[in-house]
């Protein structure tokens, strides 16, 4: 339980939520982490909030011009030197003891590749259920969906290696788990752990004709299949999408959570 934990978070005009995103990590009683954040040509005070941390276990690093979530988690990924490798993006939470709970999963088990439940505020309100999956994740049912956010993830870099992905401006969090499916089966931790903050306008409430789109784009351009292979995968992630909302929540009173006083960061 003392090995290095490298945080990936991608930063783009996110000024008005950075701040509890980094508070979050620095509050962790696992202390032994750095967080690599890459920002991507931010117009507003993201850059100077970022640098007004007192605190060397954070590396700052520059885009020369701006180039999407993809090219920004690649380069962090480069630079990242610990063993365990995990996501924060610069508007979302954790619990403060996210990191160590989820490390010591992985090495009672032995696991090289783990998630855990999260809950989504959308626009200040909190949704009334927790966000679920199945226990254990293999290729097949990574292909049908992807079940869990970016930011409940963490994996043994020893194990996986480095990841690299093609320059998607959607989905690129999901092309990372495509490839590491190959090696290893995703497992659950459940317990929720992550806060997902979602607002409108982001990339994550866009239209359905944009979802099919992206979704199109993940298999033929991140993952090189075909035209009519990416179709079918496309259609059947869409079919797994809807069976998701409706399988895979749970109400926060059957989950034992209270209500909001429960979301503690």
């Known amino acids: 339980m003392n090995e290095l934990v490298s945080i990936i978070m991608p930063s783009y005009n996110t000024a008005k939520y950075i701040s509890d995103s980094i508070n979050s990590i620095i509050k962790q009683t696992y202390s032994n982490w750095e967080l690599i954040v890459v920002d991507d040509c931010s117009t507003d ?9 007192n605190d060397n276990r954070i590396k700052l690093l520059l885009n020369e011009k ?16 610990g063993k365990w490798i995990a996501f924060l993006d610069s508007d979302d939470l954790w619990v403060e003891n996210k990191l160590e709970k989820q490390i010591k999963f992985m090495e009672e088990n032995g696991y090289a590749f783990t998630f855990t439940d999260y809950r989504i505020c ?12 199945p226990s254990v994740i293999d290729k097949r049912k990574m292909y049908n969906y992807c079940y869990f956010s970016t930011i409940t993830v963490m994996y043994d870099r020893e194990k996986i290696g480095l990841i690299q992905i093609a320059d998607l401006k959607k989905n690129n969090d999901y092309a990372m788990w495509l490839q590491i499916i190959e090696k290893s089966k995703a497992y659950r931790l459940p317990e929720c752990l992550s806060f997902y903050i979602k607002h409108s306008g982001s990339i994550s409430t866009d239209r359905f004709s944009k979802l099919i789109k992206s979704h199109y784009l993940l298999f033929r351009k991140g993952m090189n299949k075909g035209a009519f292979t990416s179709c079918i995968l496309t259609i059947n992630n869409l079919f797994h999408g809807l069976l998701k909302k409706i399988f895979y929540k749970k109400s926060i009173e059957k989950y034992g959570f209270k209500g909001d006083e429960d979301v503690i960061v």
């Open 45 to 53: 005070d993201s850059i100077e909030i970022i640098k007004s941390f």
């Open 66 to 81: 701006n180039s999407g979530a993809a090219i920004s988690r690649n380069k962090a990924l480069k630079e990242a030197k």
């Open 122 to 133: 959308l626009n200040g309100r909190w949704e009334p259920y927790i966000n679920i999956a």
